[in-house]
């Protein structure tokens, strides 16, 4: 678990940005304390979900601006590879390189020693899985061994990312969420979605990174099942789903009494949703979702690990909307700590 954040404020991941220099210039100066690493997917094809991390993909092919796997060509030299690698901990071949992640390649060049936390993206196996089809346009999720390879290569990928993370910027603690959006399909049975095989896959990458791991879904999903996952921080849309979430309300205050996080998504990242909206509005959102569960646990230990967020990245807006969206994340977390901690 990562050190309690206090309710500060940070973002989720993209940008609609074009020039990764601005974007951390712009991040660095909203979320100073917790500072998160920006994606910009509008720059380029490949710094898009899972485009980003898809580099080491064995089979991978790109068509039409689709991301496709050659199951018609043995890849079993490759795959073999991806499991010697992580076996013996080898994440070096596993990092970004400019074209697939220029926010991140630029945030390396920061001095962000002054942080509390700095915190990545990547894509999570499930919608990795879930968004790449072979020859049959079958989700290679479906395929039981592919399906664990991913794993295996998103664990590599992160604990690459933590420990460049560290090497780069003297930042204090390091936190890679997965960016898993497909489950909301956990107990669908339209898209079906194998629990058990989620759980293997989040055990193999909680086993290989050593800092802060957490999970992203901006859609309902099985609150339970993903709880009892034990991330380090939960990031969710407040904003739309908080009704759901709270429903689970004795396991999220069993999450957050053992150290979990929740970012509580307040803030919509549509900016046509957001524009309605008032920092005051938004603010007594939050409040009233801080009233409900406060009223089954103490006031101190929710704003200790909770967490102020945009609802997801935010992509359908330019830079004045987005930073209009993450300036309000920033006032609602200012106005919380003087109201908890009397900042």
């Known amino acids: 678990m990562i050190s309690s954040p206090h ?11 074009t020039d990764p220099v601005v974007a951390c210039d712009d991040v660095l100066a909203i979320f ?54 992580y ?20 945030m390396m060049s920061r001095d962000l020693s ?32 592919l399906a664990d390879l991913l794993s295996k290569m998103i664990a590599l990928k992160a604990r690459w990312c ?9 930042v204090k603690e390091t936190l890679v969420v997965l960016n898993e959006p497909y489950f909301a399909s956990l107990g669908s049975s339209v898209v079906p979605i194998d629990q058990s095989m989620v759980k293997s896959g989040w055990e193999d ?22 709880l009892d996952l034990r991330p380090s921080v939960l990031s969710l849309d407040a904003y739309t789903t908080a009704k759901e979430f709270l429903l689970y309300s004795d396991s999220l205050i069993t999450f957050m009494e053992q150290g979990g996080v929740v970012a509580w998504g307040i803030v919509p990242a549509e900016y046509k949703i957001f524009e ?9 959102k939050y409040l009233a979702i801080r009233t409900q569960l406060c009223s089954s646990m103490p006031e101190q230990l929710f704003d200790a690990q909770s967490l102020i967020t945009p609802s997801c990245g935010i992509r359908f807006a330019d830079r004045s909307g987005a930073l209009a969206i993450m300036k309000t994340a920033a006032q609602i977390s200012q106005r919380v700590r003087h109201k908890a901690c009397g900042e």
């Open 114 to 145: 002054g942080a509390m936390v700095l915190k990545c993206q990547v894509t999570g196996p499930v919608t990795f899985g879930m968004q790449v089809v072979d020859a049959d346009k079958r989700p290679i999720y479906y395929d039981s061994q």
């Open 205 to 226: 990458i909680s086993a290989l990174v050593e800092g802060g791991l957490g999970i992203h879904c901006c859609s309902n999903t099985d609150w339970e099942f993903v």
């Open 87 to 106: 076996v013996e901990g080898n994440y070096a071949p596993y990092g970004f390189h400019p074209d697939y992640a220029s926010g991140f390649i630029e």
């Open 32 to 85: 100073p304390g917790f500072v998160y690493v920006p994606t910009l997917p509008d720059r380029n094809l490949l710094e898009s979900i899972v485009f980003c991390d898809s580099e080491q993909l064995p089979g991978r092919m790109i068509r039409e601006n689709r991301l496709l796997f050659d199951s018609t060509t043995d890849h079993a030299t490759a795959i073999e590879k991806v499991y010697m690698d």
């Open 7 to 17: 309710s500060l404020a940070t973002g989720v991941g993209a940008l609609p940005h």
């Open 276 to 284: 309605p909206e008032t920092p005051e509005t938004l603010y007594q």
């Open 162 to 170: 933590e420990m460049e993370m560290r090497k780069r910027t003297g």
